[in-house]
């Protein structure tokens, strides 16, 4: 409600900002070190595109792919051989010039599932490494497992580990240069304590406007709050409301709004008692009064869910799907008609991060007024993904478990690892043929409309099956000063700053 | 051959009146203290919320109000409320309950194997007490807290590991000051009488020396209860503990405590203001008792 | 050393000083009406046994009672001033010129973390002398109480010097500046017997050399004896009887001085002439108040008149004074027991109960051994005492113990029960063997588990030793605990309710519980106060007539040993000095040791006067002289020979056994050598 | 000397051990919880986790004999660095604690003593009794909302911005210096009362008093001599208790130090960090009591000197 708020990701207030200088962000410590090919954290991410680029780029308001280090790209047919024309003359920080070599390796590594990369999630029956290939020093040749129609989404921005290294790189020791082909050249960086970057003058972009970038980490966020209302940093990036609201009132911030695909999934087990019953499951999520949880939650930065991965900002959504509401009085019929009246105890497993443990004693409170008692297993991160595989995981084993999704450019992750057969983060443990197959049609369809028919049959199964209860998407939120504008943030964590400065 | 009266007393009425009256007059003492009128009333209260707290506050402690989240004090939330719009005030009363519980037991269960630690080291010495005494010297080489966090780090955070944790990292402390009393006594004539009449050593260290090192295990339980909440209440505030939402002061400052710098303070002052009198409470007990026992 | 020859004002004028200690909210009365002057140069003699008052009296004499401690009435002059119109800094000024004060245990009374020269400098600095002189002055000061290298010890911290040379610091501190009253309360109490003796020399001789008027304060009435010209007796915070010593001990007009001096076992006493006489029942608890006279309910003169009135202190005559109404009659006070021995003692059979050869135990201790007992043959026939006298260390308990098998005794000591093998430990000996041992320790209070009443305290014993259950303990045990005359009302009553004599029987009636051969008394006697100290005289040697029982007695009062024992044994560092009859251990000739003890003895009979005195300290077992043990102190040494020869236990008379190098007519011959002067100290 | 060195082995022992019960996988800790297990299996192996515990503690003690704190699984780097930082960090707050209270502390426990049972006794005693008790979270929020929220006069980040001058951090330790202050404090405070009221009833002050000697130099020369020697050497041992403190602390403010470092690795299962962490606290604690106890016998001189000859 406040002015301040402005809902574009790039906060253009009015005057164009100043080239020179330093800007200071707030970041989160990077949980691991950063290993483009193992990074899965925020932190983590952040770093890698400060000097990493991608071959496309995600635009984080109009969700459309954007030329970066690749001009343009075509696909064949069914969209099963993908062809990218790369830009020319892409010099990476070393003094190297770019070619298709450096492209593919880059890509072979990252999808090679012997070296673990965090990018298998995507490229796991998508790509392997025999499939990448270079006609031509410009031209790089995708041939996947399976037909994708948003292919260039997959391998764009939002695929985060996918920056483009030269050929050879030792991913372990990255670190040490951040070799890239960015707008900002590594100075220093110090594990825990923060990083900073000077402009890099032979960037392809043009110009680059802050002299410096001066990443301080934080273990938590009230620390970068604190530090942005002291006037120690300019911007912090990603933040969630709670603890931050005094920065959310106030007109002397800038909040960085991106809607997004990031949502929370509340699976049950289908194949065991008493979620078998797809009623229990259905009553399960008729006891949520959506619009509450969003208001206390997020505010308004939060949409509403549908018990689907179809985010409203995917272009796919079939909106006319009708939305789930609270409704007690059917939920209770559900129940007695499942047999299960007199109601049931259950556990439930998550984690602590972000607003989680706030949504986890909601959903406990709202299965209590139909009966069922649920007992929460608030675990650390760590205990609760536990191995990642089925039987060695309070995320994959639990009854019932509620697990974090980041924002992704397209549903196509969220389709398949935690809801088809062989997904392997498939935590309800629902197998459906027809699901299995509508989502193969999905993935292959190459015009909006088919895929848009396609979201609305799964849209509608999955509101009838209920193997998730996915309550809400909510906002990737960052903060600046008042007076920096020209930052690009998505709601995945990453920050663009070659635009950046103060007004 | 009996040209010797008996020793007779004039006095012995007054010596007559029995062991009773010896504990009688040390609790008249202690009700006598100030200190620990004060403390009592202040533990009595907490005893009484932590068995009825439930039911007793305003409202249910589990029961939200999304519509008034973070609410400040007022006439229908003394306390305000919280960032689920739970009243802060019932959820204070209700949360004496766990932490008075896991510190009791965890209290009970250090005191009887630290009595037994100190009775066996103090009274066998030799290589049994070399050895556990570097072994006990080890674990208290590290704080309490991260003692209990490595231990609890490996077996994973409930109320029950916490219990034992906090209970056996006590076992070693109370069994210092127990073997330093026992050492004290065991050189006392009486146990060399006990052995002179063929006593063994489980006899003699349970029934000829605890008796005599009551006083100093029932300090040690009063002080340590009360460092058993500070524990408690800070491995709770680290989130090593009780499991959400129950209603517990620890956890709910450790989950509100971000909020502060937003200006919802009553989240977290009413329960840090809870722990404060609670253990305030205890420890000014435990100082009366002390000042009684130890004369 | 006329008092009376000295004008001036008195140097302590104490006028019905009354002090209360504040406990659990009330005033509980523990002096009441004391007055007394002490002349300058004079000494006067505060005596009674504890409890009575004796250090509140001082205390509130330097104004330092404890923080619960207020005088309530009456005032206190000292050299013409009283106390209660001085102010702060006049008071100050009182204590660094007028008074000072030495008090029991000279390690606690002195810094632990100052060096010597700087406490005892200080005491001139107050005085306002610089600090330089005020050094100088110090060491002066050590020098006259006759310490042999002041200077070193002015260098030295507390903690390095014996009791007796801490003693004298204080003694040093305390006449520094010549105070015109010296208040010692109990000074020599816990110092060995021959110690104790130096430090009495040495305050006798200094007083001499300075004309300062004594305050001594003692429950040793031989001491006060030795010490004092005046001597007031205090009994339950209130000045009995007062008059010049020799006087009161010779011709006591209080029932309770009476009594107190017919306890105790005077020189030359043996328990076959009689019982002692005793005080019966107690000293009232603190701050009961009575109407009458405080003594009325023990005392054997009562009369109805002595309830109802108390008495004030009567003039009697030559400056004496007796709280009495019948002080005329007092020494008529009936006995408590009859002297009378109701049968003969049984005839002692002539065979060996406990026999020990070689006996010896080494300590090892913080990386040194120490000798604690070397080369100990003893003897011990059914029904007879054994009396073990020595010095502190001399290692008279580890002889005990040993026996006892509480320690276990180096290789080579064998010991024989009635003919059979004694092992070392009590785990490996017989139950018969361990029941016939047992042992009546020194502090009634350590030896008594204050948890247990006394019924399970004695009941424990009979099951566990004597083997009895049920009806037949529960016979036994009253049995039991009549016969050492323990009314059975205090069966279920626990220790701390006990006073120290019915503690001590308690004790004694456990050690009976298993009918035993041999008990082991160490110190029976010494944690208690006369009058109780006589009852249970009496009642060892009661149970001593009754079951035959062996004693093996230690004390290191002189008196008391000679009562009960038949033989003695003397030790030094471990080693046996002499052994032999009572009677020829303590009248010469006998060994140079055994004379030193005997003579350090204040005795209050008087007469007799200092012999011989021991030079230094007793050396440390862990490194025990060589040749004699007794050389390096010994009065009369008679060359190389004793530094370098250990000299045999020669039996020189049958049954009496010497070890010294000087031959037995020459040893009486000296001995019997009227008193040569010896210098005190060294 | 040697006990400490014996307590520091079996305090490896049991760190080890605790760290190799810790249920979780290196190779998983290190890959995350989505990588592929064959890829954990080979990492593990190329750690040298699946080895037996034996040999892994050998090469472990090894390691550390040589200074090598092992790598870090999350960080996948050296973690000498990160412990010496850390602890560096952690230094510079317990010196700000410490350098607020011992003082103050020791003053007020004196002064407590000298007005024994007199009301400001009484109120010295609750204030310790009160600060003693009271844990540091508790404290802390207490002093938050105080001085961070309602009053605004200090700042709730430890952390002060890079570069900032001596006076800046020393100003931004100040709050969480507080909470690990006042258990300190109540500790210290009380001691110093024990020892000086012990030390005021003791005969050795008598004699000083009857001496003559003005009050002012009884309770310098004499009583504090002897009652603060004792106090001096606890604080050292107190060492310990402030590293409790600081795990709290530290999270509560956001400070980068030891305590910290050991919460987040127990909580994300980077052991060899842990075990890390944890071994320096212990090293720490041991060489303060060493400290303490050479310095109480220096002090001492029943000690310094033995006994008589
Ligand atoms: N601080 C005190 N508070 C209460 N009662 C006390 C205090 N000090 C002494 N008393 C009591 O006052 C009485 C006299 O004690 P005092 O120490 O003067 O006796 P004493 O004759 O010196 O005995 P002792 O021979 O044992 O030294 C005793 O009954 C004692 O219990
Ligand atoms: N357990 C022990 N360890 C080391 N030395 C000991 C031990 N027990 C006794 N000693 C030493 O042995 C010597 C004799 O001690 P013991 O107790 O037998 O003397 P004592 O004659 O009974 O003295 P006291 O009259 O003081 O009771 C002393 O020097 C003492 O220090
Ligand atoms: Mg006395
Ligand atoms: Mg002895």
Known sequence: NSSSSSSSSSSTAGSAPKAGGTLRIAGVVPAAAINPLTVADEGGLTMLCQTGEFLVFDDPTTFLVKPMLATSWKANGDGSVWTFTLRPNVKFSNGQTMTSKDVVYSFKQQSDPKNASNALSVFTGLLTPSGVSAPDDHTVEFKLEAPTGNFPWLISSDNYNMIIVPDGTDFSTWEKTFIGTGPFILTKYTAKVGATFHKNPNWWGGQVLPDTLQHIFYPTQQPQILALQSGSVDIVNLIVLQGAQAIFNNPDYNILVNHSSQHRQLSMRCDKAPFTDKRVRQAMALTLNRPEIIKALFQQYGQLGNDSPFAPIFPSTDKSVPQRHEDIAMAKQLMSDAGQSGGFSTDLYTEVYQEIPQYAQIIKQAGAQIGININLHVESQTAYYGKATYGNSDWLDGAMSLVDYGHRGVPNVFLNAPLTSAGTWNAAHFKNPTYDSLYKQYVAAVDLSTQRQLAGKIQRLLLDETPLIIAYFFDGLSATKKAVSGAVTTAMGQIFLSGAGTV | MNALPAAEAPAAGAIDAGAGQARRELLRELLHSKTFAVGGVIVAFWCFCAIFGYHIGPYGPFDQDLNSVNAAPSSAHWFGTDQLGRDVFSRVIAGARTVLVVSLVATLLGTVLGTILGLVTGYLRGWVDETISRFIDAVLSLPLIVTAILVIAALGPSNVTLTITIGLIFAPLIGRTVRTAVIQERELDYVTAARLRGENGVYIMFAELLPNVMAPVMVEFTVRLGYAIFTAATLSFLNFGIQLPTPDWGLDISQNFSEITAGYWWEVLFPAAAIATLVIGINLVADAVEGVLDR | ???????????????????????????????????????????????????????????????????????????????????????????????????????????????????????????????????????????????????????????????????????????????????????????????????????????????????????????????????????????????????????????????????????????????????????PGFLPSPGTQSAGCVFADRCGLVEDRCLAEHPPLYPIGGGRGSRCHFHERAASLPRAIPRDLAEPAPAEPGATLLEARNLGKTFSFGGSDVHALSGVDLELRPGETLGLVGESGSGKTTLARLLLGIVEPDEGSAMELDGELLAGTTQRRSTDQVKSIQIVFQNPDSALNRRHSVRRLIGRSLSKLAGLRGQALRDRLLELTRSVRLADRYLEVRPVQLSGGLKQRVAIARAFAGNPRLVVCDEPTSALDVSVQAAILNLLYELQRKEGVAYLFISHDLGVVRYLSDRICVLYLGRVMELGPAASVFSPPHHPYTEALLSAVPSLDGGESDRIRLDGEIPSPADPPSGCVFHTRCPRKIGAICETTEPPLDESEPGHAIRCHIPLEELRRLQAEPTRSVPVGD | MGLALITLWILSVIVFLAGQLLPGDPGRAILGPLAEQRAVTTLDHQLGVDKPLITQYWNWLTGILHGDLGTSYTYQQPIRPFITTALWNSLKLAAVAFLMCVPLAILAGVLAALNVGSWKDRSISVVGLSALALPEFVSGVFLAIIFGIWLNVLPLDATPPPGASPATVVYHLILPAIPLTLVLFGYIMRMARAGTVAALEADYTRTAVLKGLPRSTVVRRHVLRNSLLPTITVVATQVGYLIGGLVVVENMFHYQGIGALVFTAANSKDFPMLEAGVLTIGVVYLLATLVADISYTLLNPRLRLGGAE
């Open chain 3, 1 to 279: 050393m006329s008092a009376e020859a000295v004008p001036a004002p008195d140097a302590l004028d104490v006028r019905d000083l009354d002090i209360a200690y504040r406990v659990r909210g009330s005033d509980r009365s523990a002096v009441r009406g004391v007055s007394f002057r002490i002349g300058r140069g004079e000494s006067f003699g505060l005596v009674g046994e504890s409890g009575c008052g004796k250090s509140t009296v001082a205390l509130a004499l330097v104004d330092y009672l404890p923080r619960n401690g207020r005088v309530t009435g009456g005032s206190v002059v000292i050299d013409g001033r009283d106390l209660r119109s001085l102010s702060k800094g006049e008071l100050r000024r009182l204590r660094s010129r007028t008074v000072s004060m030495v008090y029991q245990d000279p390690s606690r009374a002195l810094n632990p973390s100052l060096r010597i020269g700087r406490q005892v400098a200080e005491v001139f600095e107050v005085a306002g002398l610089a600090r330089a002189e005020a050094v100088d002055r110090a060491e002066q000061a050590l020098a006259r109480v006759r310490i042999s290298d002041p200077g070193g010890v002015m260098g030295r911290y507390p903690h390095q010097l014996s009791g007796g040379m801490q003693q004298r610091v204080v003694i040093a501190m305390a006449l520094a500046v010549e105070p015109a009253l010296l208040i010692l309360d109990e000074p020599t109490t816990g110092l060995d017997a021959t110690v104790e003796a130096e430090v009495l020399d040495l305050v006798a001789a200094l007083r001499e050399e300075i004309s300062t008027s004594l305050l001594f304060i003692s429950h040793n009435l031989g001491v006060i004896a030795k010490m004092c010209d005046r001597v007031g007796v205090l009994y339950a915070g209130e000045l009995v009887e007062e008059g010049r010593a020799r006087e009161v001990f010779d011709d006591p007009r209080h029932p309770y001085t009476v009594g107190l001096l017919r306890c105790i076992p005077r020189r030359g006493r043996l328990k076959d002439a009689g019982w002692l006489d005793t005080i």
